[in-house]
């Protein structure tokens, strides 16, 4: 609010955030956002959007007057035919939201994922082992996809054959929350494909049991959630547990790849990982933004969005935004990154945040003991996507004890 | 139409500091014979941690005692809840405290919310309330009839004048609500009333014991997992250190620390340099899950489950604290 009594002016940018340009390096744009004003209207696609902390942080809270059922990204379901079945999670407000969330947020729990921490950490001593005898790897592929995708499909009980499709799937649903560009027209290409297999999946026969999936469908023969709901919570599993992962440790390991003295630290004191984990998600962002619709005339920091109109928040620039993080460009071990709005905050936070964690503080614990360097041996490439802050190749050198 | 003004409570960034676990007593009413209302806010007026119909938090009351209420407001208004309490006859403190000394303005400690009693999705909804237990049911009827689901009320109760909410639910939703005083009417024939078990169909009963065991003898050819109750239970738990001041010893890192009435125990730790990771602050995602070596936490997330929180072995530091006067943490 302003202390004057001067309405502020609304600032509006012609800048398009999802120009390849600004995906392929985002932190100007961001920068310019965040020192334009609280809520900066985007005239390329009708939108406000928000940079800073402080009201990012808020409007991932305020679902009472920010919804998402009318969509997390830039299509509004209100006017506009969503390109599948909206997520019961995601794409939900309370109270349809409720019950989805309850059942997830208890399988994927702190207590609940406990029994996978010994079996992850054995797992990533395998992988590591045997991925660092070549002295050059491209870390994207060979250990910030190749874990998860060792790991995760496992923990949800999917069967072997098929899993080449969790990426592309993924890639297209994160691709889809921004405008109808040629990175969605490339990935619709070949979703139907992939849809098709994500969605035979779900069902409750295709499962293993003891899995998460398998999890879900005893929630619904409980009476927790229908049996209607099942297969469509099992899909947003497969949706946003295996892309952000692969992109959150691929951030991670590019950070020590150009910070060497954070990898001695981490090194002397390999309890430092799940930090290391959240400064990166911080440092990185690799969910960079989420769309919201208001659920009447909303004002935020001295603007009124109305009625109907959409928010979106990059969580990045705020996760970056220095009236909130003390030099927030650099990643820093010493650095206590709580509260970072990489996972969102809210009752949409990152259902799966536990799982992340923990797949990270596996790899990162096994990398600490076997690589005493870890540095760049060629140019990283981006992956760009709508939404993720990814990269497509990390050639790295290691140096193994 | 009004605008919603999106108050930004600024969490902290690096210094640990923790949403508050003391709420304001903004209004307290008598709702019925032995029943006050209390309206309840953060002293700062910001966001209370989110919660769903079922839900209850626990009130640390006078010296540390701490009784458990369901919430039977709107959740919808982010920054109040809103408590029913009975004044019980064998109070041990708690409900005597509330009725007789409790004023509009006094702070009291906030547990939770946690939830045992969550409204699972179903085609028609039988609600069944005795007395006060007619309170967790409020939201859970606001969710129905928010969501179009046929939904009925059957609510008993000694009298009448002793029964909170009854006129509100009858002006609100007439005849699918069935007011029953028991010196009027005698005791609900819930075999009667309860429907036959169709596909789809949930009961939610919250009262006095005897109730409940009824409402389970007269639903057990029900399917498992369709007829739900949450005991009434006035159990005070023991006191404890309540809001006040204790101490911590980290092993690992071998120092103590005190904790003062209003600090919290991760900001206290964030001082001292030791950095334990954290995101909610409110006790709802549990990314700050510390182990505990000694002594007894008093948990005051939304997390744990009553097995979890005895085994007293892990706390969440950004809103628990302690029930004896000194914690042992692996940190």
Redesign the interface.
């Known amino acids: 609010m302003s202390a004057t009594g001067t309405p502020p002016a609304t600032v509006s940018l012609d800048a398009d955030p999802f120009a390849p340009e600004i995906l392929e390096s985002p932190l100007a744009f961001q920068e310019q956002l965040r020192e334009a004003g609280a809520v900066v209207y985007l005239r390329r696609y009708g939108v406000h959007a928000l940079g800073r902390?402080?009201?990012v942080?808020?409007?991932l809270?305020?679902?009472?007057?920010l919804s998402s059922a009318a969509g997390v990204g830039l299509a509004n379901f209100r006017h506009e035919e969503p390109w599948r079945t909206p997520s019961l999670l995601l794409e939900a407000d309370?109270?349809?939201h409720?019950?989805p969330r309850?059942v997830l947020s208890g399988i994927l729990?702190?207590?609940a994922i406990r029994r996978l921490r010994h079996a992850w950490a054995q797992d990533a001593r395998e992988l590591v082992d045997r991925v660092v005898r070549a002295p050059e790897l491209d870390a994207v592929t060979e250990l910030a996809q190749a874990f998860p995708l060792r790991v995760f499909p496992d923990a949800v009980g999917l069967e072997r054959e098929g899993r080449h499709h969790l990426l592309p799937y993924g890639d297209h649903a994160f691709n889809a929350f921004g405008p109808p560009n040629e990175l969605v027209a490339k990935g619709a290409e070949h979703i139907a494909e992939h849809a098709a297999w994500v969605g035979d999946q779900c069902a409750r026969e295709r499962l293993a049991p003891g899995g998460f999936g398998a999890a879900i469908w005893e929630a619904a023969?409980?009476?927790?959630?229908?049996e209607e709901?099942a297969p469509l919570i099992v899909r947003s599993l497969l949706t946003a547990g295996v892309d952000t992962t692969v992109h959150a440790l691929g951030a991670v390991l590019y950070a020590f790849a150009t910070h060497p003295d954070q990898w001695r630290r981490l090194r002397e004191d390999p309890r430092l990982a799940?930090?290391a984990f959240?400064e990166a998600v911080r440092w990185e962002s690799p969910v960079q933004t989420f769309f919201r619709t208001a659920?009447?005339?909303?004002?935020?920091?001295g603007t009124?969005v109305p009625?109907g109109e959409k928010v979106l928040m990059f969580l990045g620039a705020a996760n970056r935004d220095p009236r909130?993080?003390?030099d927030p460009d650099t990643f820093d071990l010493t650095?206590?990154?709580?509260?970072?709005v990489g996972?969102g905050?809210?009752?949409h936070?990152c259902v799966g945040?536990?799982i992340a964690?923990l797949e990270a503080e596996s790899l990162l614990t096994a990398l600490a003991e076997r690589v005493e360097r870890i540095e760049l041996a060629g140019t990283p490439r981006r992956h760009l996507n709508n939404t993720l802050r990814a990269w497509s190749s990390l050639p790295v050198r290691v140096h193994a004890t | 139409?009004?605008?919603?003004?999106?108050?930004?409570?600024?969490?902290?960034?690096?210094s640990?500091r923790s949403a508050a676990t003391s709420l304001r007593v903004d209004r307290k009413v008598t709702v019925a014979d032995d029943v006050v209302e209390l309206t309840l806010t953060r002293p700062d007026g910001g966001?209370l941690p989110?919660w769903?119909?079922g839900a209850h938090v626990d009130l640390v009351l006078d010296d540390g005692l701490t009784r458990q209420y369901s919430l039977c407001g709107d959740?919808?208004?982010?920054r109040t809840y809103r408590v029913a309490v009975l004044r019980e006859a064998d109070s041990r403190g708690g409900s005597s405290f509330v009725h007789d000394r409790l004023r509009e303005g006094d702070l009291v400690g906030l547990g939770g919310p946690r939830?045992n009693f969550?409204?699972?999705?179903?085609t028609e909804y039988h609600f069944v309330a005795g007395g006060i237990g007619i309170t967790p049911l409020l939201p859970m009827i606001a969710?129905a009839a928010?969501?179009d689901v046929p939904w009925r009320l059957l609510y008993g109760g000694r009298s009448r004048s002793s029964m909170a909410f009854a006129d509100r639910l009858v002006a609100e939703h007439g005849d699918r609500v069935t007011i029953l005083p028991e010196d009027e009417h005698g005791r609900p024939d819930l075999p009667s009333w309860l429907p036959d078990p169709s596909h789809?169909a949930?009961v939610y009963s919250c009262g006095p014991t005897g109730l409940l065991t009824a409402v389970q003898r007269a639903c057990a050819h029900w399917?498992?997992?369709?007829v739900r109750t949450e005991r009434f239970v006035a159990a005070a738990e023991e006191p404890g250190t309540g809001g006040r001041r204790f101490e911590v010893e980290l092993r690992r890192s071998g120092t103590t620390l005190t904790v003062g009435p209003d600090q919290s125990l991760l900001q206290v730790l964030?001082e001292a340099g030791v950095?334990?990771?954290?995101?909610?602050?409110q006790g709802l995602?549990?990314?700050?899950?510390t182990p505990v070596l000694g002594g007894v936490p008093d948990h005051r997330d939304s997390?744990?489950d009553e097995g979890?929180r005895a085994a007293g072995d892990c706390m969440f530091v950004c809103v628990s604290r302690a029930r004896s006067e000194r914690l042992v943490l692996d940190l």
């Open positions: 902390y402080e009201h942080h808020a409007a809270t305020e679902w009472q007057s309370p109270p349809l409720d019950a309850a729990g702190p207590r023969d409980r009476g927790d959630i229908t709901q799940r930090v959240d659920t009447g005339d909303v004002e935020i920091g009124t009625d909130h993080w003390r650095r206590d990154p709580s509260a970072h996972f905050m809210g009752i936070q945040q536990h964690r | 139409m009004a605008v919603t003004t999106f108050a930004t409570s600024r969490p902290s960034g690096g640990g966001r989110d769903t119909p959740r919808w208004d982010p939830n969550a409204l699972a999705p179903a969710q928010m969501l789809g949930k399917p498992a997992g369709r964030g950095h334990v990771l954290s995101s909610c602050r995602c549990g990314t700050c899950e997390i744990l979890d």
